[in-house]
């Protein structure tokens, strides 16, 4: 049996240089000839630049957005004899950014709803939690596939018990929630720039935001040996620095990434359309955000079928995520969970079914994918 013919890719990173290719080829151009390449003018520039659009005083450039967290926790002074809780259904580089730093990961449940963190688990967390378990110093909210977890339930209750707050900021480049931009709630923001991201480099790189400035004078330290003069390391740190070509690429996308982010929008509407009527229902939007799907994501007990039907007519999907990361190799049987025992999120990642959705696809394809929905979900 032939194979079928995709003709809507779940994700294309090339599409979106190719969107851009002469601006994007100037700035790797002027980054190129400068003969500087880390932690340059460029890099120096894109923080300020970021910082400026994300609303808060200080933006950190880095590696990746692992390391954005990694260094925010350590910059926080989270390490050994701590824990740090946060969701089992996220990518894994949340829970590796806690083992980076040493401390302990309480992996917690999801509202079934928006697939983020379920505050009513967390506050009983931290008013008590499980025996045996080092100190709660920090919490991660993964705000996930566009949309932001419930902040106001959630600062509240980390407020309450004295813990930190670092927002998971990878898949909401320009969510918003109650008027105000995500990343701006807590001690600190992290963001992935990977290149399937809303905000894309052209290979790895990451950046965190922050109004505390002296945690922001910290972490600029750590990400470079502990230096505040080169070759003096003042403290024990790493190597996780933002070069240059990545930094001018991202200088030419961010103030592209609104209307970038409003194209998103316009593709869900349009799936939301052809969904209507059918016995699938479109991603929940939690009254009052401003989601930019990152992932347009549906649910279905029959995932796998929907996706071979889909697949038929020329439409890839993607699962985000399959396997919850408590239930992974490296961590089953050894990293602890709250008291719902992530059952919700077990239930998730059996369903979850991820749709096209970037800023690239043509309206011939957005078409192409809704008359796949109307057949494979009617």
Request: negative net charge.
């Amino acid at each position: 049996m032939d194979m079928p013919v995709i003709t809507v890719p779940q994700a294309d990173p090339g599409a979106a240089y190719r969107a851009h290719q002469p601006a994007i080829d100037a700035a790797l151009s002027r980054a190129l000839s400068s003969g500087w390449y880390i932690l340059g003018a460029e890099c120096a520039a894109f923080e300020r630049e970021f910082a400026e659009w994300a609303g808060l005083s200080r933006a950190v450039g880095c590696a990746n957005g692992t390391d954005a967290l990694m260094l925010i926790l350590r910059g926080l002074g989270i390490g050994p004899g701590m824990s740090v809780a946060t969701v089992s259904h996220t990518a894994v580089a949340t829970v590796a950014a806690i083992e980076m730093v040493g401390a302990t990961p309480l992996l917690l449940d999801i509202d079934p709803d928006t697939f983020t963190m379920d505050p009513d688990e967390l506050a009983a967390v931290l008013e008590d939690p499980p025996p045996g378990l080092p100190p709660i110093r920090a919490v991660i909210p993964v705000h996930l596939y566009g949309q932001g977890c419930d902040m106001a339930r959630i600062m509240a209750a980390c407020r309450a018990a004295g813990v930190h707050v670092i927002e998971d900021c990878a898949q909401a480049h320009g969510a918003m929630q109650a008027g105000r931009m995500l990343g701006t709630f807590g001690d600190a923001a992290a963001y992935s720039l990977y290149p399937t991201k809303n905000l894309a480099a052209l290979g790895d790189a990451g950046i965190l935001a922050t109004d505390d400035e002296a945690l922001a004078e910290r972490i600029s330290a750590i990400r470079q040996y502990g230096w505040k003069h080169r070759y003096l390391s003042d403290s024990i740190g790493v190597n996780s620095r933002l070069d240059e070509i990545q930094a001018a690429v991202l200088r030419v996308r961010l103030p592209l990434l609104a209307a970038a982010n409003a194209r998103r929008q316009s593709i869900a509407a349009a799936y939301d359309a052809a969904l209507a009527g059918t016995a699938l229902a479109a991603p929940h939007r939690r009254a009052g955000d401003i989601h930019v799907f990152h992932q347009y994501v549906v649910r279905s007990p029959e995932r796998d079928e929907l996706a071979a039907r889909l697949r038929a007519q020329g439409v890839a999907t993607g699962i985000h995520y399959p396997v919850p990361v408590h239930q992974q190799e490296a961590y089953r049987g050894r990293t602890p969970t709250g008291p719902a025992g992530c059952a919700e999120t077990e239930m998730a990642s059996r369903e979850v079914l991820s749709l096209p959705i970037y800023p690239e696809l043509t309206d011939a394809q957005v078409e192409t994918v809704c008359a796949a929905l109307r057949v494979a979900a009617g």
